[in-house]
């Protein structure tokens, strides 16, 4: 079946919008009619040429789509055709150390696509293109396996539901599953962007007290505080550490949230902590990214962590934080600043560069 997509073809070169062949779901994979798709920085990244990705052919970016299920492969339990889904990059295999141990979100097992010698999910006149992890949702219509899919309620809008594929359950699960926010404890959170958003608006489900949001650019500084920030820093004109230090009372913030993938946002949620804070890095940094800090800057008994799209299950997580949603407990209407069509992805990477964008929707008809 022939479809629009977005491909990549080279490096900080715009996509273009192509016909590309979809091949038919065999064994466990699901074919989705694609709804909805956010724009997240992991496919800025490959465009800008960060991060270790094979680029010897041609590649169809996104990842955070949601659709309606159209065919399955005759091994499909999970879903059948109608149903409406959410697709996670967090695919797991269910039986490697990390998925029997409960940590889906780390699985090792390996099932995302299909191996390099049988026909290619997606190609165009006999060349195999390849799918961005697994998912490629920048495109009319997604095959990927059933592990990489969780059910939805069809009452749900399936647009604002595709940000919970990824940048949400990230941010959320950061606060609500890898840092175990409790009530009454205080948060900073570097970086206001999609991810920081969600980890301000996990904060604030957990019973966070005191949220504080840094950012350098006004516009996700006014948002944070719509989704739950109860005081904002502006990195570019204060010193946000000791801005921290002086809203906690001098004490510092028993949580702080990298959530950009900067060396130097890393040390300065370290030096913001309390005796017994937890720093948290939720964003991807540079494979050969160093942190150091003087040993007088990090308090007694602090802890550093990374956190792998927020520790999720996704198969529950994923429905749990939509009914958040239904609830107006998780706010996903706000998170949304601008919305388009498949061809406006170029003009959404532009808008994320500029930082004027938390996030991007693209709506297929
Ligand atoms: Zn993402
Ligand atoms: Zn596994």
Known sequence: MEMQAAVFRKVHEPLTIEAVEIDRPRGREVLVRTVATGVCHSDLHVVDGIGRFALDRPFVLGHEGAGVVEAVGAEVTAVRPGDHVVACLSGFCGACAQCLAGHPNLCTGGLVTRPDDTAPRLSQRGRPFRQFLGIASYAERMLLHENSLVRIDPDLPLDRAALVGCGVLTGVGAALRTARI????????????????????????????????????????????????THVVNGAEDDAVKAVRALTGGAGVDHAFEAVGVAALVRQAIESLAIRGTATIVGVLPPDAMISFPWMAIRPECRVQTSRMGSNRFRTDIPLYLDFYRHGRLLLDEMVTRRGRLEDVNAAFQAMKAGEVARTILAFD
């Open 182 to 229: 409790a009530a009454g404890q205080t948060v900073a959170v570097f970086g206001c962007g999609g991810v920081g958003l969600s980890i301000i608006q996990g904060a604030r489900i957990g019973g966070a007290r005191q949220i504080i949001g840094v950012d350098v650019f006004e516009g996700k500084l006014e948002t944070a505080r719509r989704v739950g920030a």
